[in-house]
């Protein structure tokens, strides 16, 4: 397409060809009942509460290049998500923290998805109070995933509005990350039924939630606009606000239509998994004109030279491994 440069740019290296490769996939290591093992051996009792009753809380940071990406934020929200549950893992932030780095030096991956999971476990005598669970702690370092691939990167994602209503915040907090996708995963089957790459749900007020695990912009008259309730609070829509007040973009949290969606200039949406990505298709209609528009390149791109900004990663040390 004229005048478009490629978004991976500089910032953004293509994924590695093992990706999706499924003899290697995914190759980690994980720390489970306080052992290192390969991913492949992780596992855990079908008892668990976080398996029968998802009742289990979870971060998800990334690691670029060899650093982590705003690790501090994801331990908090982690934290915070296990006080909000009474949850108790009986280890300190530093301890987690380098119980993550060990995942991810042992992985050897210089680009990592890295998740830690508290889950309510169970009771020695699978007694069903919950106060009774010893809840447990595990974590694990495989290759960086991304909701877009790089051909979704360079032409924008197709999202579909789905029928699916998102639980609604009365009844479970969205914002403790939370393995209750139901609704989610019901949203995705509504966009491959209609062609699209992956959903967007709304909330009981007919308003715009969020996707299966990412939050969404519209850009209207150079202006951002996210949703400001139902939806997972994420750390890369706390970065995109950080990102504008830099750049001197205007963003702003509040009520999003779909209307206003529909209507936008640019669409975009936030994971850890991915990043910033552009969305040029809504349901049948182009947004706009259909390309990737030139906010959204911008922010992207800012997005990833922050990558090696000290302020914002941490080494991983992988010299004990
Ligand atoms: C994790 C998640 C997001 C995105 O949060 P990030 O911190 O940017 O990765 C959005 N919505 C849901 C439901 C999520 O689980």
């Given at each position: 397409m004229a005048n478009q440069a490629p978004i991976q740019s500089a910032r953004r290296p293509l994924l590695?060809?093992?990706?999706?490769d499924p003899n290697r996939y995914p190759h980690g290591v994980a720390y489970v009942d306080e052992q290192y093992v390969p991913m492949a051996d992780a596992k855990v009792s079908v008892l668990d509460w976080g398996f029968l009753h998802s009742d289990a809380t979870y971060d998800t940071v990334h690691v670029w290049n060899g650093r982590f990406f705003r690790l501090d934020l994801h331990l908090d929200r982690f934290f915070s998500g296990m006080q909000a549950l009474r949850m108790d893992i009986g280890l300190s932030r530093d301890h987690v923290a380098s119980i993550l780095d060990n995942c991810v030096a042992l992985s050897g991956h210089r680009s990592a998805y890295v998740e830690m999971i508290c889950t309510r476990g169970m009771s020695p005598v699978f007694d069903?109070?919950?106060?009774?669970a010893v809840n447990r702690f595990m974590a694990f370092a495989v290759p960086y995933g991304s909701v877009a691939n790089d051909e979704q990167m360079e032409r924008g994602l197709h999202l579909a509005i789905s029928d699916t209503v998102r639980i609604p915040p009365q009844s479970v907090d969205p914002a403790i990350k939370n393995y209750h996708w139901l609704d989610l995963v019901q949203g995705l089957y509504d966009a491959y039924d209609r062609g699209a790459e992956t959903a967007l749900v709304l909330d009981l007020d007919g308003n715009v939630a969020e996707g299966p695990g990412f939050n969404v912009f519209a850009i209207n008259n150079g202006s951002l606009l996210t949703p400001d309730r139902g939806i997972l609070p994420g750390i890369t829509r706390k970065t995109v606000f950080e990102l504008c007040s830099e750049l001197h973009i205007r963003a702003a949290a509040g009520p999003l239509s779909v209307a206003a969606l529909r209507d936008a200039d640019e669409v975009l949406i936030t994971s850890t998994a991915g990043g910033i990505m552009p969305v040029t298709r809504l349901d049948d209609r182009p947004i706009a004109d259909g390309r990737v528009g030139p906010i959204t390149r911008r922010l992207i791109d800012a997005y990833w030279q922050k990558h090696d900004d000290p302020a914002w990663t941490t080494p991983v040390n992988y010299d004990k491994a």
């Open positions: 590695s060809s093992g990706y999706n069903r109070d919950p106060r009774r």
